[in-house]
């Protein structure tokens, strides 16, 4: 019999061949199709970089256009959608709101014409397009107040800030939570992206896809680490707590929120771009405490961690980004989906390109020809 090797977490074993996106995690490169984070953070858009990463190519003028167009008429979400959100607890989390409402746009949409390009087109405007609508849309209601409306005269991340505050961003706002965008969009074959191709192999619907996603997305040691971050700053309280609060979470064992990458052995390009991005709020609108915490827990943990390749990844400066904006700290994550969006839908599309339903195999290390004991005996 043949024995396979078991690795946790499939570590290291290839799930996929893809052209989307490449990381280096020892010389801190991240790559959408061939096209260097830091170029496209500096040049680009978040929906021209979605374009790039679904398509395969950057837009021209005209097709960025079209495609802007589309995205922009399809903001609005259907009343039936926005009336079940209401009926959601108060108390539920952004996210699971949000995985429901997901899946929930599948009823409206069921067919499954999957090797029709149109279908996939109208699939990826709509889920982009809907995705922010719906999360902005939560956050109001559940603070017992109706939905804002999108605006077409705004872009879209101008849209979502509008939506999600009842008034028009600063501008500089707009354009860096733009950015985070573009920074959160894809990242290879991590767990949601590896969710969202296990369930597309299935040939199931987009919805259900991006709600599969969703869901893993969710989770602490994935997007949600960005909440704990926050969480663990508050902790800490003040800069001279950084050191005694790092060793004594390193002499239990204890994990350190927004430190450490699968893949990076190096600072994530990504949260050097961000905490460019928070030093260039907090110039504009004050500082935050938090921030100089970070710094100096930044300074602790590679003092002694360095060495093992344990520096800042995108979640420790992102929430700090969100704070300064005003953003809830539960709305962390599903403004991280809000992007990855672009990231699962490019996966999709590659999964059906060349698609085979995902079956691995396992290591049973159970019982062998064990006896039936009859219910009156046990």
Request: one cysteine or more; charged letters at 25%.
């Amino acid at each position: 019999m043949m024995v396979c090797e078991y690795k946790p977490g499939l570590e290291g074993i290839p799930a996929a061949q893809s052209s989307i996106s490449y990381v280096d995690g020892q010389k801190g490169i991240l790559e959408y199709r061939g096209i260097r984070i830091e170029e496209l953070a500096a040049k680009s858009t978040f929906l021209e970089t979605a374009y790039l990463l679904i398509w395969g190519e950057l837009p021209s003028k005209e097709e960025l256009q079209a495609f802007e167009e589309e995205v922009r008429f399809h903001r609005r979400i259907k009343y039936r959608i926005r009336d079940m959100m209401k009926c959601f607890p108060e108390s539920g989390h952004p996210m699971d709101a949000l995985q429901a409402s997901a899946a929930a746009l599948g009823l409206f949409y069921s067919l499954r014409d999957l090797h029709n390009p149109a279908y996939i087109r109208d699939s990826v405007v709509r889920l982009i397009a809907t995705i922010p609508t719906m999360v902005a849309a939560f956050q109001l209601m559940r603070k017992g107040n109706d939905p804002v409306k999108p605006r077409d005269d705004l872009d879209y991340s101008a849209n979502f800030l509008y939506m999600l505050n009842e008034k028009e961003p600063d501008a500089l706002a707009a354009k860096i939570f733009d950015i985070c965008l573009i920074l959160h969009v894809e990242h290879t074959m991590n767990a949601s992206t590896f969710s969202a191709r296990v369930t597309a192999s299935t040939l199931t619907d987009p919805y259900a896809v991006v709600a599969s996603a969703v869901g893993t997305l969710g989770g602490p040691l994935h997007g949600g680490a960005n909440e704990e971050v926050i969480q663990m700053l508050e902790e800490i309280g003040s800069v001279e707590n950084v050191r005694p609060y790092v060793e004594e979470r390193l002499q239990n064992k204890q994990k350190l929120m927004g430190f450490g990458h699968r893949v990076y052995k190096v600072k994530d390009p990504r949260a050097i771009i961000l905490q460019d991005l928070a030093e260039q709020l907090f110039d504009k609108f004050g500082g935050d405490k938090y921030y100089d915490i970070a710094q100096e827990m930044e300074r602790v943990v590679e003092e002694k961690l360095g060495h093992k390749g344990i520096y800042p990844n995108v979640d420790f400066y992102s929430g700090l980004v969100y704070r300064k904006m005003g953003i809830p700290t539960d709305l962390f994550t599903p403004i991280f989906a809000i992007a990855r969006v672009a990231g699962w839908l490019a996966h999709w599309k590659e999964q059906l390109a060349e698609n085979r339903i995902f079956r691995p195999t396992q290591v049973y290390n159970g019982k062998h020809e064990a006896p039936y004991t009859p219910l009156e005996q046990r």
